[in-house]
């Protein structure tokens, strides 16, 4: 079958043949429809991400949009290495799988999942986010970013609260629906000075998709902002802006912040699935939006440098 194929760390993915997976006991075979590239994704290429396997060559993706063999459109998540989801043909186990409400097409699905999910399990498996909440989205500029602003509205926030590094970027933000938004520029100090407004007139949860500077800052600024200010449940997402934070020891022993993490490891995988299921079906009816941008799976070595994170790029295949 033909598949999206990296040979070696670092290496880009090149469009070939590779041997098509078998299905064992438990398992469904899909014909694959779409599937997006994610930081995960390009990470995982790469070699640095903290689930890379040293196992080359493999087919890239972890996560689309395809048909069963019965013909019933689905999700997938995880398919078996070396297999990934940017292939003619993918086989997952059936519990990896999320049946596609009838109203959501293919490649929106295959486009959202993934940065959808990222906030949705923040919010409702970590956070436990309640209604009339406020959020702080640390970096929501981005696609992930866009959407956890959308997504903390229709599950009931506030007020939502965005950063971003690009101040044309985060006006756009405004109408998807956050209140108020922060520049991440100018001196640490007037930054923080920044964040201790936000935080006196009460943040109950940060969702954070940068690390590095802005996070010391919003963790430092948390604890400054009073005894009176409100607990901070702080998940931390991703890490655009550095691997490492320098935080002073007594930030968390004078403060009533929460720090946490989300993602592969830190929440169970049933529990993923669920989020997405979730996902998929508010998609429609809460009219999320995602800028997307549709490429035959054919042109992958072209397109894989071309991707950033403004607009996904989803590999569509045609089911033979």
Known sequence: MKAAIVSGAGQTPVYGDFAEPVPTAGDNRIAVTAAAISHIVKSRASGRHYSSSDQFPFIVGIDGVGRL?????????????????????????SARCVALPDDLDDVTAAAIANPGMSSWA??????????????????????????????????????VIATGRNADALQSVRALGADVTIPLVGSETALEDLFKEQFAAGVDV??????GKSAERLLIAGTKAGADA????????????????????AVLRSSAIELMGSGLGSVPFELYVRCIRELLRAT??????????PVPLSEAEQAWPKDDSLRRTVFTVDVQ
């Open 69 to 93: 063999d019965d013909g019933r459109r689905v999700y997938f998540a995880m398919p078996k290495a070396p297999y990934g989801s940017m292939a003619e043909r993918a086989v997952v186990p």
């Open 122 to 159: 923040a919010y409702k498996a970590r956070a436990r986010l309640k209604a009339g909440e406020t959020v702080l989205i640390n970096g929501a500029t981005g696609t992930a970013g866009r959407l956890a602003v959308q997504i903390a509205k229709h599950l009931g926030a506030k007020k």
């Open 206 to 211: 940060v969702i954070d998709y940068l690390w």
């Open 230 to 249: 409100v607990p901070i449940r702080f998940v931390q997402i991703g890490s655009v802006s550095g691997p490492d934070i320098t935080l002073p020891s």
């Open 284 to 293: 429609i009816p809460g009219g999320f939006k995602i800028a997307f941008n």
